[in-house]
């Protein structure tokens, strides 16, 4: 049974970025499931593709209105649907009047939204250790409103559909707050997943299992997978942010090629800033993983499956060479497809980080031995360059990166 092996494996609660697009499906099965205590159920019905994203629901408009634009809730589409259902016999949230659920939103969703507003987003396994720990003055300053319903199944539930994307479940009001407050991440609960998504986590799992000490190469950017073993996470993010922020070029307009791409953390890093990211990938596997994770997520990322020496490198403003290039050194034929490619370049800017052979690298470099200030000289001239800067040497590998320009 796939859902018994699952278990074991998939996570029951995640963490979910900002900027996780999150959609809304009408699921009729899917209220049954968030009421059970059992998390993270494999199904196998069919869900479709997301179709309507959260920040463009009745609730999320109208909490807008009321919380930015300074409107009443008897003004909102939310409050005229809502008290439409009570006037039809409906009891929602307790309230049986229209007094009885202005009341709430006055005082209950007023009060979370301006506690979270004050005191930040605490998961429910937090506030319900404060409460076990009778901390009545924190709950009452954090949580005023909903003290009464906080145990660890209350939190913001969630699943995901065949392509991995998040389908909302529960927890309307929270989210709604969360995201108009901008909280850089939220815990949810995950009631299921589709098992065509499952799959796809044993896919990769297999993929870690037959790397190096049985872990993925880098962290993967979907907010799902995260928890997969990986050898490198967000230690060169600084120095990128730091490349981007020297270079100074508008995202929307910047073409930026990325190679050797592996599963796509840096391109879609770049996608989501809103840069025009190519990701050069020449094993097929992985390639592919790029290009299922960037649909999942809604992120144009322009995905190769081919050796870098078979893509032009023409018409890029940005190449990013992280890890890549010093693969290229051990060979006369390979390291003379290098010299070729470099002499082809255009951009204005390349992000290099170079093997270090003083720092255990000592697997690179049979045919050309290079230091990396040596590479990062080899890159300039050939590629036609002027400047080479140092940004900063990676804590982990000892892997310098430079930002070379015209």
């Known amino acids: 049974m796939i859902e018994a092996d699952l278990e074991l494996v998939l996570p029951a609660r995640i963490s979910l970025a900002h900027d996780t697009p999150i959609f809304v499906a009408d699921l009729e099965w899917a209220d049954a499931l968030a009421n059970q205590s059992k998390l993270g159920v494999v199904i196998d019905k069919p869900i479709g593709p997301g179709q309507t994203r959260f920040e463009d629901t009745t609730i999320y408009r109208s909490f807008k209105e009321v919380f930015v634009d300074g409107r009443d809730w008897s003004t909102t589409e939310f409050f005229a ?12 949230w307790g309230c049986r009047s229209k007094n009885d659920f202005l009341k709430r939103l006055n005082t209950t969703v007023r ?48 699943g995901f559909n065949e392509q991995g994307e998040v389908i909302f479940v529960d927890g309307r009001h929270r989210l709604a707050i969360a995201k108009l407050l901008g909280i850089q991440e939220i815990p949810v609960n995950v ?17 870690a299992k037959g790397l190096s000490n049985s872990r993925l190469y880098h962290k993967l950017s979907h907010p799902d997978l995260t928890y997969l073993p990986y050898a490198h996470g967000d230690e060169r993010l600084d120095i990128i942010d730091r490349a981007l922020s020297i270079i100074q070029a508008p995202p929307a307009s910047t073409k930026v090629l990325d190679i050797g ?25 992985y390639s592919q993983v790029i ?85 990062a000289e080899l890159v300039r001239d050939l590629g036609n360059f002027r400047k080479i800067q140092f940004l900063s040497s990676v804590r982990n590998d000892q892997r310098n990166v430079y930002l070379i320009s015209r």
């Open 291 to 375: 290009s299922k994770i960037a649909d999942a997520i809604h992120l144009n990322v322009n995905v190769v499956n081919k050796s870098i020496f078979d893509v032009s490198p023409v018409g890029y403003d940005i190449i990013f060479a992280l890890n890549i290039f010093h693969h290229f050194t051990n060979d006369k034929d390979l390291y003379d497809k290098l010299i070729a490619f470099l002499g082809k370049l255009e951009c204005k800017w390349l992000v290099l980080q170079p093997h270090n052979m003083y720092a255990g690298d000592s697997g690179f470099g049979k045919y050309k031995p290079l230091s990396p200030d040596a590479f």
């Open 261 to 285: 791409a592996n599963m796509g953390n840096l391109s879609i890093l770049l996608a989501k800033r809103g840069y025009l990211c190519t990701a050069v990938e020449n094993n097929y596997p």
């Open 191 to 207: 009631v299921f997943r589709h098992k065509n998504w499952a799959d796809f986590h044993h896919h990769l799992f297999a993929l």
């Open 111 to 158: 009060d979370l939204y301006y506690s979270i507003l004050s005191s930040g987003y605490l998961s429910q396994s937090n506030i319900y250790s404060l409460k076990q720990q009778n901390n009545l003055q924190a709950i009452t300053e954090r949580f005023i409103g909903y003290q009464e319903s906080v145990h660890q199944n209350h939190e913001i539930k969630i």
């Open 81 to 92: 649907e809502n008290i439409q259902k009570i006037d039809n016999g409906q009891i929602l």
